[in-house]
T-cell receptor, first 116, second 114 residues
Framework: NAGVTQTPKFQVLKTGQSMTLQCAQDMNHNSMYWYRQDPGMGLRLIYYSASEGTTDKGEVPNGYNVSRLNKREFSLRLESAAPSQTSVYFC???????????????FGPGTRLTVL | AQSVAQPEDQVNVAEGNPLTVKCTYSVSGNPYLFWYVQYPNRGLQFLLK??????LVKGSYGFEAEFNKSQTSFPLKKPSALVSDSALYFC????????????FGSGTRLLVRP
């Protein structure tokens, strides 16, 4: 049981380049999330997927797109990278409990992205 | 507006002494509160949560937190700190408009000196 996995671990891009961050979970969770972490700002939600087949914007979606490929996988795409997107990106997942509430989120190890 | 505040950027404590990491929240209705820990170059790990029931919640690695509704606080505590507890700690509250989205505080760095 690997939990939440992310690839790549590190990436350096030039301004304007594109890339996709991959995330997969093997816990059969319904919901998946993409966050970015910047110093002094905690974690900010970029996009989330409440369940397979649905995605929605979080607090800071501009410049990003997502795909919920199946229940296990949730990818984040930067179409034209900008230096402001230099950050550490975390994927997370959680499960829905009986009664409708959600359990705690489980996080991947992160991707450290630098945009030059 | 919903929010979580961690007023201390860093907390310093000597090994063996008790530690407290502060957290206050603002949310209408009943809050769902969480604490996470992040070790260097790692993802966040869940420590504990308060949903309902006893105000004192016990979690992983000997940590506990006390929900105080009148003070809207949820401080993280440990009776005896270890050097290995040194890490970044995040408090989070579930958003009112969603059963699954969280709002995170800015984080508090805990430094336990030998």
């Amino acid at each position: 049981n690997a939990g939440v996995t992310q690839t790549p671990k590190f990436q350096v891009l030039k301004t304007g380049q594109s890339m996709t961050l991959q995330c997969a979970q093997d816990m059969n969770h319904n919901s998946m999330y993409w966050y970015r972490q910047d110093p002094g700002m905690g974690l900010r939600l970029i996009y989330y997927s409440a369940s397979e087949g649905t995605t929605d914007k979080g607090e800071v979606p501009n410049g990003y797109n997502v795909s919920r490929l199946n229940k296990r996988e949730f990818s984040l795409r930067l179409e034209s990278a900008a230096p402001s997107q230099t950050s550490v990106y975390f994927c997370a997942s959680s499960n829905r409990l009986a009664g409708g509430s959600y359990n705690e989120q489980f996080f991947g190890p992160g991707t450290r992205l630098t945009v030059l | 507006a919903q929010s979580v505040a961690q007023p201390e950027d860093q907390v310093n404590v000597a090994e063996g002494n008790p530690l407290t990491v502060k957290c206050t929240y603002s949310v209408s209705g009943n809050p769902y509160l969480f604490w996470y820990v992040q070790y260097p170059n790692r993802g966040l790990q869940f420590l504990l949560k308060y949903i309902t029931g006893d105000n004192l919640v016990k979690g992983s690695y000997g940590f506990e937190a006390e929900f105080n509704k009148s003070q809207t606080s949820f401080p993280l505590k440990k009776p005896s700190a270890l050097v290995s507890d040194s890490a970044l700690y995040f408090c989070a509250v579930r958003r009112e408009d969603s059963s699954y989205k969280l709002i995170f505080g800015s984080g508090t760095r805990l430094l336990v000196r030998p």
